[in-house]
T-cell receptor, first 116, second 114 residues
Framework: GAVVSQHPSWVICKSGTSVKIECRSLDFQATTMFWYRQFPKQSLMLMATSNEGSKATYEQGVEKDKFLINHASLTLSTLTVTSAHPEDSSFYIC????????????FGPGTRLTVT | GQNIDQPTEMTATEGAIVQINCTYQTSGFNGLFWYQQHAGEAPTFLSYNVLDGLEEKGRFSSFLSRSKGYSYLLLKELQMKDSASYLCAVRPHTTTDSWGKFQFGAGTQVVVTP
């Protein structure tokens, strides 16, 4: 149980275009999902907390108008990178909060974004 | 501010034991997690500590001392497949806005040699 999927697994786009990444909890309902960005050989940096039915909470320094998050249902959150630039190239990972005693996070497989 | 420190890299031979230390300074504490991450893949959960002491799970054990802001992950009987990055993550506090937020360390790359 507790499987999180992401789509696409990798994407290449041209500078100035927008890219949407989907995060789904396949076998459980996730009221809260998290979006992370990870640069090579660096740790995960939390970008925003996505709550079902409400606006996302962004971390300091993350532009909410550039990284649009929509958590429309209990199993789906989307991250749209608008007007992408080469510096947005990164590994984007979502996670969903579990509901057991540990409240651990279950991570999706990640999306590799390359902006040319 | 929030600070989580762990060594950058450790090397050990197959069959050996390796201990990865993690020290943290966070605004509050509500649990410490260890994750394993292979290159290009998502992190997978290894262990969770919220009370002081040792938690053992097969070849992996994790220890926590809250008074010292210190944890370690112990990997026993190392196998080649254990070569990966190991992330220490602290859940600093719990509020209605930040329930479940984690603060990650930079990760420790463990290299297992034959």
């Amino acid at each position: 149980g507790a499987v999180v999927s992401q789509h696409p697994s990798w994407v290449i786009c041209k500078s100035g275009t927008s890219v949407k990444i989907e995060c789904r909890s396949l076998d459980f309902q996730a009221t809260t999902m998290f979006w992370y960005r990870q640069f090579p050989k660096q740790s995960l940096m939390l970008m925003a907390t996505s709550n079902e039915g409400s606006k996302a909470t962004y971390e300091q320094g993350v532009e909410k108008d550039k990284f649009l998050i929509n958590h429309a249902s209990l199993t789906l959150s989307t991250l749209t990178v608008t007007s992408a630039h080469p510096e947005d190239s990164s590994f984007y990972i979502c996670s969903a909060r579990g509901s057991g005693n540990t409240y651990e996070q279950y991570f999706g497989p990640g999306t590799r974004l390359t902006v040319t | 501010g929030q600070n989580i420190d762990q060594p950058t890299e450790m090397t050990a031979t197959e069959g050996a034991i390796v201990q990865i230390n993690c020290t943290y300074q966070t605004s509050g504490f509500n649990g410490l997690f260890w994750y394993q991450q292979h290159a290009g893949e998502a992190p997978t959960f290894l262990s969770y500590n919220v009370l002081d002491g040792l938690e053992e799970k097969g070849r992996f054990s994790s220890f926590l001392s809250r008074s010292k802001g210190y944890s370690y992950l112990l990997l026993k009987e190392l196998q080649m497949k254990d070569s990966a990055s190991y992330l220490c993550a602290v859940r600093p506090h719990t509020t209605t806005d930040s329930w479940g937020k984690f603060q990650f360390g930079a990760g420790t790359q463990v290299v297992v040699t034959p």
